[in-house]
């Protein structure tokens, strides 16, 4: 293997040095295999084999035994809006992943969060008219008012939240990881559950980066399907990637799912996909009563969302593991990635709100541990 090599003398080093330096490393027979130097090189990682959140068991596997690199992958750089849709790069994988594992990467929260807010402050921020008037329904007569949980408490320690529109593409690399982020998932659903429907108008709520949405408006064309969101940035990333895309019987507006702008009656199919589990059990009611007011008789509330815990010890363990212990509503300590989940548990209990509210032939089923479907139907 030759001589041993040294690093060069720092009070006298210049670059020549360093790139003889690297040469006589890159000549060693062993260089491949050195997993140190390809991380300082931003190659050879771009968590190949991470299935994230498809089961339990890969994702015990992403949290305690998926390599992560020794150092971060080379930034991605993403300066236009229309970028934000291009598939994710390993810096982004590695954003994500080290999120779980912060304390081997960062040491603590605090660290890792201001590198995470450094990253997304690079990305587009989908900006609009002041008081978002841009982006209201049409029969809006003003700005939406957002309610006091959503600019209160951030899930996902997304900074700023989702009214934040530089975490809209961090936000859009969410479905190379959760199952109902996945069109072609979200696809194989919408037939199985509603083949047989002919909706003449769909309404997606909290349509976030509006996966579900466009899924709806490609398997039914003849229908009108409508997506709202509180976050007027993800509302214009909406509008630009359904342009991009080609599709013209979907529109999207910002607005609340807790008191909708549209005429009681006149929708067929009502959808939400992770939407509920991130409120307070009061808005999650005032929410669910709003859909029952929207759907047509027979119309059917739709849902892919976290599944209601039946056991007790169970529910208890996923809340305490999701929420560090720390109600969504305190300030003296730190939250976890999910802290609504106790309001959602042992609050919201969706399979009893929705019978509860007046919905009847009410469904659950089981997709994975991270993962349920619910249907639910307005009487006739």
Same mark, same amino acid.
């Given at each position: 293997?030759?001589?041993?090599?040294?690093?060069?003398?720092? &009070?006298?080093?210049?670059?020549?040095?360093?790139?003889?330096? +690297?040469?006589?490393?890159?000549?060693?027979?062993?260089?491949?295999?050195?997993?140190?130097?390809?991380?300082?090189?931003?190659?050879? *990682?771009?968590?190949?084999?991470?299935? *994230?959140?498809?089961?339990?068991?890969?994702?015990?596997?992403?949290?305690?035994?998926?390599?992560?690199?020794?150092?971060?992958?080379?930034?991605?750089?993403?300066?236009?809006?229309?970028?934000? $849709?291009?598939?994710?790069?390993?810096?982004?994988?590695?954003?994500? $992943?080290?999120?779980?594992?912060?304390?081997?990467?960062?040491?603590?929260?605090?660290?890792?969060?201001?590198?995470?807010?450094?990253?997304?402050?690079?990305?587009?921020?989908?900006?609009?008219?002041?008081?978002?008037?841009?982006?209201?329904?049409?029969?809006?007569?003003?700005?939406?008012?957002?309610?006091?949980?959503?600019?209160?408490?951030?899930?996902?320690? +997304?900074?700023?939240?989702?009214?934040?529109?530089?975490?809209?593409?961090?936000?859009?690399?969410?479905?190379? @990881?959760?199952?109902?982020?996945?069109?072609?998932?979200?696809?194989?659903?919408?037939?199985?559950?509603?083949?047989?429907?002919?909706?003449?108008?769909?309404?997606?709520?909290?349509?976030?980066?509006?996966?579900?949405? $466009?899924?709806?408006?490609?398997?039914?064309?003849?229908?009108?399907?409508?997506?709202?969101?509180?976050?007027?940035?993800?509302?214009?990333?909406?509008?630009? *990637?359904?342009?991009?895309?080609?599709?013209?019987?979907?529109?999207?507006?910002?607005?609340?799912?807790?008191?909708?702008?549209?005429?009681?009656?006149?929708?067929?199919?009502?959808?939400?996909?992770?939407?509920?589990?991130?409120?307070?059990?009061?808005?999650?009611?005032?929410?669910?009563?709003?859909?029952?007011?929207?759907?047509?008789?027979?119309?059917?509330? &739709?849902?892919?969302?976290?599944?209601? !815990?039946?056991?007790?010890?169970?529910? @208890?363990?996923?809340?305490?593991?999701?929420?560090?212990?720390?109600?969504?509503?305190?300030?003296?300590?730190?939250?976890?990635?999910?802290?609504?989940?106790?309001?959602?548990?042992?609050?919201?209990? $969706?399979?009893?709100?929705?019978?509860?509210?007046?919905?009847?032939?009410?469904?659950?089923?089981?997709?994975?541990?991270?993962?349920? !479907?619910?249907?639910?139907?307005?009487?006739?």
């Amino acid at each position: 293997m030759g001589e041993p090599l040294s690093l060069p003398d720092e &009070s006298s080093v210049t670059i020549d040095d360093l790139n003889d330096f +690297l040469d006589g490393v890159l000549a060693m027979n062993d260089t491949a295999e050195w997993d140190t130097f390809s991380d300082f090189l931003s190659i050879n *990682w771009n968590a190949d084999g991470v299935k *994230w959140f498809e089961t339990v068991e890969t994702f015990m596997y992403m949290l305690l035994f998926a390599r992560i690199p020794e150092f971060s992958p080379e930034p991605s750089v993403i300066t236009d809006e229309a970028l934000c $849709m291009q598939p994710e790069v390993p810096f982004e994988k590695y954003v994500y $992943m080290a999120a779980f594992r912060h304390e081997e990467v960062f040491g603590d929260i605090e660290t890792y969060s201001e590198f995470f807010k450094n990253w997304t402050d690079t990305t587009p921020a989908f900006e609009g008219l002041e008081g978002d008037i841009d982006v209201i329904p049409p029969n809006a007569e003003g700005p939406i008012a957002l309610p006091y949980h959503y600019t209160k408490t951030f899930v996902h320690f +997304l900074p700023g939240g989702y009214t934040n529109g530089h975490t809209v593409r961090v936000s859009f690399t969410g479905n190379t @990881k959760f199952n109902f982020l996945k069109e072609d998932i979200i696809r194989k659903y919408v037939l199985e559950l509603h083949g047989d429907l002919q909706p003449k108008r769909i309404l997606d709520i909290g349509t976030g980066n509006c996966f579900s949405a $466009m899924v709806y408006a490609e398997v039914y064309p003849e229908a009108e399907v409508i997506g709202i969101d509180l976050a007027a940035p993800y509302i214009r990333f909406c509008n630009l *990637w359904k342009e991009m895309r080609g599709i013209s019987n979907v529109h999207f507006y910002q607005d609340n799912a807790e008191n909708t702008h549209f005429e009681d009656e006149s929708f067929d199919i009502i959808q939400y996909s992770y939407v509920i589990h991130e409120m307070p059990a009061e808005n999650a009611e005032m929410l669910i009563n709003e859909a029952y007011r929207l759907l047509t008789p027979g119309g059917v509330f &739709s849902g892919f969302e976290v599944p209601y !815990i039946d056991d007790f010890v169970t529910r @208890k363990a996923t809340i305490q593991f999701q929420t560090w212990g720390c109600d969504w509503n305190q300030t003296d300590c730190q939250q976890g990635p999910e802290p609504y989940t106790g309001e959602y548990m042992d609050g919201t209990r $969706m399979p009893y709100m929705l019978e509860d509210v007046g919905f009847v032939d009410n469904e659950r089923r089981f997709f994975s541990v991270f993962d349920g !479907i619910f249907l639910s139907y307005k009487p006739s």
